[in-house]
Structures are given as structure tokens and as C-alpha cells.
């Protein structure tokens, strides 16, 4: 039986901080066991004592880019989302390499609470399930859009105040239009 030898120093959140580190030196595409194991000086599969595979340390990238993230109820249900979408976009902007590694599998945890907590608030204020849905699913794709136009994109060569107002703008416009939908289907149900 192959018995795992364990690397002295060697846990998880060391392999997480030179994954990182390797993909916003170098690009996600740069990400393997192999590069990890290399710039922590350790064998590639000492990392498996730690990390599962490939996709679960990519798993674990996006989650240490978002982990402050918090959706954060308030008064005004607009305030809290917009809220939530800038703190996505502040995290992937102070990462740009990692966003493409949202495309590799399962949403990192953060975000999924995050999505979850905004449906729930939604739900609780009356907008039914499929409609809160739709909603937080097209601020999702507004949000990764612009930064895949951001980051990757012609926007990419204006400056970060100008980048800031044009996300605004698509922002607000999202959820001006989203109030106008609540304030039609309360006075005409269908």
C-alpha cells in the first residue's frame, strides 16, 4: 500500500496563498498541482494530503477571493443587491486572473450564500420564487459580463472611475427596470 508522505509547514491555506499568488502572477492558466507544488518547494503529491484535486483548489481560490463576501439585508432591497454586486466586482477586480476560474465548476461557497441570502430576502418581502430568480440571475451575468468587459475587454484601457460609472449606470438601469416590473405585476397580476 503507497503510503502519502506530509510535507513539514504544508497545509491547506499555504497551497491556497501560492495558488493565488501563481494565478495572479501568471493567469489562471498557469494553475496546476504541479506549478503549487513547485512554488512551495514540496512534492505534487504532498498536495493531495490537502487539497483533492485540480478543481477542488480552484474551488478553493475562488473562495479565498470572496470570502468577505456577505449579502447584507437592508431596508431598501436595491441598496442591498447593489451592495452585494460591487462587493463581487471589488473582489474579482482586486483578482482579475481568477474570474475565468468561475467557468471550471461549482460556484464557490461564498457566492452561493450570497445568491441564497438575496433570494430569501427577496421572498420575505413578497416577490415570488421564480421572479427573485430571474432577477438575481440577471444581475449575476450583468455583473460578470462587465467584468469580463473590464478586465478583458476594450473597457479595459479606461480609467477605473470611468469603469465605475458605466457599472453604475448598468446597474441602476437593471434595477430601476426591476422596480418598474414589481410595480406592474402588483397593479396587473398575471
Same mark, same amino acid.
Given at each position: 500500500?503507497?503510503?502519502?508522505?506530509?510535507?513539514?509547514?504544508?497545509?491547506?491555506? /499555504?497551497?491556497?496563498?501560492?495558488?493565488?499568488?501563481?494565478?495572479?502572477?501568471?493567469?489562471?492558466?498557469?494553475?496546476?498541482?504541479?506549478?503549487?507544488?513547485?512554488?512551495?518547494?514540496? =512534492?505534487?503529491?504532498? $498536495?493531495?494530503?490537502?487539497?483533492?484535486?485540480?478543481?477542488?483548489?480552484?474551488?478553493?481560490?475562488?473562495?479565498?477571493? $470572496?470570502? %468577505?463576501?456577505?449579502?447584507?439585508?437592508?431596508?431598501?432591497?436595491?441598496?442591498? %443587491?447593489?451592495?452585494?454586486?460591487?462587493?463581487?466586482?471589488?473582489?474579482?477586480?482586486?483578482?482579475?486572473?481568477?474570474?475565468?476560474?468561475?467557468?471550471?465548476?461549482? =460556484?464557490?461557497?461564498?457566492?452561493?450564500?450570497? $445568491?441564497?441570502?438575496?433570494?430569501?430576502?427577496?421572498?420575505?418581502?413578497?416577490?415570488?420564487?421564480?421572479?427573485?430568480?430571474?432577477?438575481? %440571475?440577471?444581475?449575476?451575468?450583468?455583473?460578470?459580463?462587465?467584468?469580463?468587459?473590464?478586465?478583458? %475587454?476594450?473597457?479595459?484601457?479606461?480609467?477605473?472611475?470611468?469603469?465605475?460609472?458605466?457599472?453604475?449606470?448598468? $446597474?441602476?438601469?437593471?434595477?430601476?427596470?426591476?422596480?418598474?416590473?414589481?410595480? /406592474?405585476?402588483?397593479?396587473?397580476? /398575471?
Amino acid at each position: 500500500m503507497a503510503t502519502r508522505t506530509v510535507v513539514a509547514g504544508l497545509d491547506r491555506d /499555504r497551497i491556497v496563498d501560492a495558488a493565488l499568488a501563481l494565478v495572479d502572477r501568471e493567469g489562471a492558466g498557469a494553475l496546476s498541482m504541479r506549478r503549487v507544488a513547485g512554488e512551495l518547494r514540496a =512534492g505534487t503529491m504532498s $498536495l493531495y494530503n490537502h487539497v483533492a484535486d485540480k478543481a477542488d483548489l480552484e474551488r478553493l481560490v475562488l473562495e479565498r477571493v $470572496l470570502a %468577505g463576501l456577505r449579502y447584507e439585508p437592508a431596508a431598501d432591497a436595491a441598496g442591498a %443587491g447593489r451592495d452585494f454586486a460591487h462587493a463581487v466586482r471589488n473582489a474579482f477586480l482586486a483578482h482579475p486572473a481568477t474570474i475565468v476560474l468561475l467557468g471550471t465548476g461549482a =460556484g464557490p461557497e461564498p457566492m452561493v450564500q450570497g $445568491l441564497a441570502a438575496s433570494h430569501d430576502d427577496l421572498v420575505a418581502r413578497g416577490l415570488d420564487a421564480g421572479t427573485a430568480v430571474q432577477m438575481i %440571475g440577471a444581475v449575476s451575468r450583468y455583473v460578470i459580463g462587465s467584468l469580463l468587459g473590464e478586465l478583458f %475587454g476594450p473597457a479595459a484601457s479606461r480609467s477605473r472611475a470611468e469603469r465605475d460609472r458605466a457599472f453604475d449606470f448598468g $446597474l441602476d438601469a437593471m434595477f430601476l427596470g426591476f422596480e418598474r416590473m414589481v410595480e /406592474r405585476d402588483v397593479e396587473e397580476p /398575471r
